[in-house]
């Protein structure tokens, strides 16, 4: 991953969303009237984002040394990603993420996610010389503490900027430090609500957790405000974008879209007003179809 702007440590995985009409109750069936497999996972749907916007990307992640980990990689590939930092983890078989989702975009996640799929610090170790060369890494808390933190002091003492997707909810020094190092945070709406200790439903709300968070080391601060839009919150100003009033199919992937959006535009030098405008439209752009592969354009 020589030549790779961003690095994406996350989640591979096999994506299989089902569309129905009505989710089923208990004892009941209902017909499938759309199936799409494909490739997916945060780290992989981040990093596919990325590469449609004209960024070199390389994805560090783990998946089985199955024929579905093998036709995850290559998939990948032909995505125009780097997957040379992709771990095969022996005798342990690919993460599953089966969506379903109805016609009103209500959606059921069911996850087969082996604790052997997620990243090591080793893994990190093993990808250092492409973290330490890029100009963004972007990290998921979803993946275990020490590799995430491992990774980001990598990427913070090299220079990178850091974006981080997910908030620590634990209080203690390794999550302060983690805080302090990113450039870049994004919290969903749950996640903010857990840090506030209450609902973020409003953007005022919204507004002074982000200011609280940029004591705290980040420089832009990106929250999700429960069914109304997105705020966005830097040292000399602040931007909130409701939510368009479009069709939505399936908002499962709408968070992964605006991830790379807006890390792909803040790599172009786009101004924080511009790379929120970009990444809520990316957002949108997504949440149009099932599944939470992005469809962008540059």
């Known amino acids: ?30 017909p499938v009237r759309e199936r799409r497999e494909m490739l997916g996972g945060k780290g992989a749907n981040q990093a596919v984002g990325l590469a449609q916007l004209g960024a070199r990307v390389a994805l560090l992640g783990a998946v089985g040394d199955d024929a579905a980990g093998a036709g995850l990689i290559g998939q990948a590939a032909a995505d125009g990603i780097d997957t040379a930092p992709v771990v095969r983890r022996a005798g342990t078989g690919s993460a599953l993420i089966v969506d379903i ?25 093993a990808a250092r010389a492409g973290l330490e060369r890029a100009r963004f890494v972007l990290l998921q808390l979803q993946q275990p503490p020490g590799a995430v933190l491992r990774a980001a002091r990598l990427a913070r003492d090299a220079g990178a900027g850091i974006v981080l997707d997910g908030v620590p909810q ?47 080391g980040p420089s832009l601060v990106a929250l999700a405000v429960a069914d109304a839009g997105n705020m966005f919150i830097w040292p000399d100003g602040e931007l909130f974008l409701p939510l368009e009033d479009v069709p939505v ?12 959006a807006l890390t792909a535009a803040l790599l172009h030098g786009a101004s924080p007003p511009d790379a929120a405008r970009h990444a809520v439209a990316a957002a949108g752009a997504t949440a149009a179809h099932p599944g939470g592969r992005p469809a962008l354009r540059s």
């Open 1 to 30: 991953m020589a030549g790779a702007e961003v690095v994406v440590m996350g989640q591979v995985a096999r994506d299989l969303v089902l569309v129905v009409d009505e989710m089923p109750g208990t004892g009941e069936s209902a």
């Open 101 to 125: 989702v109805d016609r009103s975009a209500r959606w059921r996640y069911l996850e087969d996610v082996p604790d052997a799929t997620l990243v090591t610090e080793g893994d990190v170790e």
């Open 170 to 216: 634990a209080d203690d020094a390794d999550s302060a430090e983690l805080l302090a190092a990113a450039d870049v945070l994004r919290a969903d709406s749950r996640e903010a609500g857990l840090l506030a200790g209450a609902p973020v439903d409003t953007p005022e709300t919204a507004s002074r957790l982000g200011r609280d968070l940029l004591r705290r």
């Open 249 to 260: 199919a399936d908002t499962t992937g709408a968070g992964d879209a605006l991830v790379a």
